[in-house]
T-cell receptor, first 112, second 116 residues
Framework: DVKVTQSSRYLVKRTGEKVFLECVQD?????MFWYRQDPGLGLRLIYF???????EKGDIPEGYSVSREKKERFSLILESASTNQTSMYLC???????????FGDGTRLSIL | AQKITQTQPGMFVQEKEAVTLDCTYD???????LFWYKQPSSGEMIFLIY??????QNATEGRYSLNFQKARKSANLVISASQLGDSAMYFC?????????????FGRGTSLIVHP
């Protein structure tokens, strides 16, 4: 079974802090994704990566950056956390093409 | 314009009855894939079923089936014999092949509550 592991299930940080969310997958998938999920808005794509060291902006990249130094790991960075970044963050991975995504359990991030 | 539209924010169904969750999509790409995911209150997203744009038959996976009407651009999820554990958010998604990006697009979801 594919396993996508997010480093924290719950996280509380303060405004202005630099926040790192880590995601690791164990199935050698080329594609990895970061989403944020807010009630009534569904999943919105922040960034995705289709290969090591490759990244593309999604729909809402402002205030975020990403890093993919190794194929299995995709990190989301909040450069200077703000209260409007309080949300549920979901990481996913998939092979290229018309394949389903496999999701981690999500990180509920609160910025105080 | 939204590429995936789920018009039902919330649905209620009696246990053991069938329920249909609506999904319409918008694409000019002849090649695409359609997906349904389930998200229980615990938060994890679970893949349920897949339909390819060139598939002639409607996809089925156990109690889940996908009613694919290509001309209408609809891909409704049918859950037969609902169970209490089916209570969750359900998301419809699409991956298009244009440009080779295959970036998934999600609808806003439908909350399903199954009553005993």
């Amino acid at each position: 079974d594919v396993k996508v592991t997010q480093s924290s299930r719950y996280l509380v940080k303060r405004t202005g802090e630099k926040v790192f969310l880590e995601c690791v997958q164990d199935m050698d998938h080329e594609n990895m994704f970061w989403y944020r999920q807010d009630p009534g808005l569904g999943l919105r794509l922040i960034y995705f990566s289709y290969d090591v060291k490759m990244k593309e902006k999604g729909d809402i990249p402002e205030g975020y950056s990403v890093s993919r130094e190794k194929k299995e790991r995709f990190s989301l960075i909040l450069e200077s956390a703000s209260t409007n970044q309080t949300s549920m963050y979901l990481c996913a991975s998939s092979p290229t093409g018309y394949q389903p995504q496999h999701f981690g359990d999500g990180t509920r991030l609160s910025i105080l | 314009a939204q590429k995936i539209t789920q018009t039902q924010p919330g649905m209620f169904v009696q246990e053991k009855e069938a329920v249909t969750l609506d999904c319409t999509y918008d694409t000019s790409d002849p090649s695409y894939g359609l997906f349904w995911y389930k998200q229980p209150s615990s938060g994890e997203m679970i893949f349920l079923i897949y339909q390819g744009s060139y598939d002639q038959q409607n996809a089925t996976e156990g109690r889940y089936s996908l009613n694919f009407q290509k001309a209408r651009k609809s891909a409704n999820l049918v859950i037969s014999a609902s169970q209490l554990g089916d209570s969750a958010m359900y998301f419809c998604a699409m991956r298009e092949g244009s440009g080779g990006s295959y970036i998934p697009t999600f609808g806003r979801g439908t909350s399903l509550i199954v009553h005993p």
